[in-house]
């Protein structure tokens, strides 16, 4: 049985759009009473919720309905939620996902993340923690920050953390929304080694008991759309082994 908490009062309100309109969240689980509950948990948050017991119904949501946040059951009665974010994935839809599951193998979690889940959550749970993290997934990627943003360099490649634009030597360079969060991190730290235990914690919030393959998976993706196609460019990844990777542009 799903170990439940709600607290009373709100954690935070003050997630809204710039035009101050609330967020909105879909919680997909075929458990009519948790989905009852985590739709109350958004509810409290000051954020619409609408839910679905199925997967089919979350992809028509998904692409008919804009949502900010999807809280996703790996386990549905039709397709699974690995299904219904690959569908969504292969359309382009960056919409956060948080997966709720009582699989709690790694090699679960790390299917999640690889198919482009933003966090992973494993039954039984405390319903505050779940909210806490669709908090953290809207506030990284539904809320802009203030002023006109920065635009960060390092060598020929550009990053604008408003537009989310990246380019490198002029050229467009397109990311999902997690390779973009990584990229981030590294822009934000030119000439300093991220070790895979960092990368995590500051990208996906939690370690996975130490497992790094997530991070290496996304090093390639980046290093692929980064360095591979600009040959005549030095590679701007670099890997130090035992301590982790760095982004630098060598002179």
């Given at each position: 049985?799903t170990a439940?908490a709600l607290?009373?009062?709100?954690m935070?309100q003050s ?9 909105c969240?879909?919680v997909v689980?075929d458990?009519a009473?948790l ?15 609408v839910?679905?017991g199925?997967?089919r ?12 946040a999807?809280v ?7 397709i699974?939620?690995?299904?219904v974010i690959?569908k969504l994935?292969?359309e382009n ?5 948080v997966?709720l599951s009582a699989r709690d ?6 299917t999640?993340?690889r ?6 959550v ?10 806490a993290?669709?908090?953290?997934r ?12 920065s ?22 360079i397109?990311?999902?929304?997690r390779?973009f ?17 960092q990368i ?9 008991g130490?497992?790094g ?11 692929k759309?980064?360095?591979a ?6 590679p701007l ?5 035992g301590?982790?990777?760095?982004l630098?542009?060598?002179?």
């Amino acid at each position: 049985m799903t170990a439940l908490a709600l607290d009373n009062e709100p954690m935070d309100q003050s997630l809204t759009h710039p035009d101050g309109s609330p967020m909105c969240v879909l919680v997909v689980d075929d458990e009519a009473n948790l989905a009852e509950l985590l739709t109350m948990a958004c509810t409290l948050q000051g954020w619409q919720a609408v839910s679905t017991g199925t997967g089919r119904d979350a992809v028509r949501l998904a692409r008919t309905e804009h949502f900010d946040a999807i809280v996703l059951d790996v386990m549905l009665p039709d397709i699974t939620g690995f299904e219904v974010i690959e569908k969504l994935r292969a359309e382009n839809n960056d919409t956060p996902v948080v997966f709720l599951s009582a699989r709690d193998a790694v090699d679960d979690r790390l299917t999640g993340l690889r198919l482009g889940g933003d966090d992973y959550v494993t039954k039984p749970f405390n319903l505050d923690e779940v909210v806490a993290r669709v908090a953290a997934r809207l506030r990284r990627s539904g809320v802009p920050a203030s002023g006109s943003g920065s635009v960060l360099r390092v060598g020929d490649l550009v990053l604008d953390e408003q537009s989310h634009d990246v380019s490198r030597a002029g050229i467009p360079i397109d990311l999902t929304a997690r390779e973009f969060e990584v990229l981030l991190l590294f822009m934000r730290n030119p000439r300093v080694v991220l070790s895979k235990a960092q990368i995590l914690d500051r990208v996906w919030d939690y370690d996975f008991g130490g497992n790094g393959n997530i991070v290496e998976l996304y090093i390639s993706y980046l290093r692929k759309k980064i360095d591979a196609p600009f040959p005549d460019s030095p590679p701007l990844f670099h890997t130090k082994r035992g301590a982790g990777y760095v982004l630098r542009a060598d002179d």
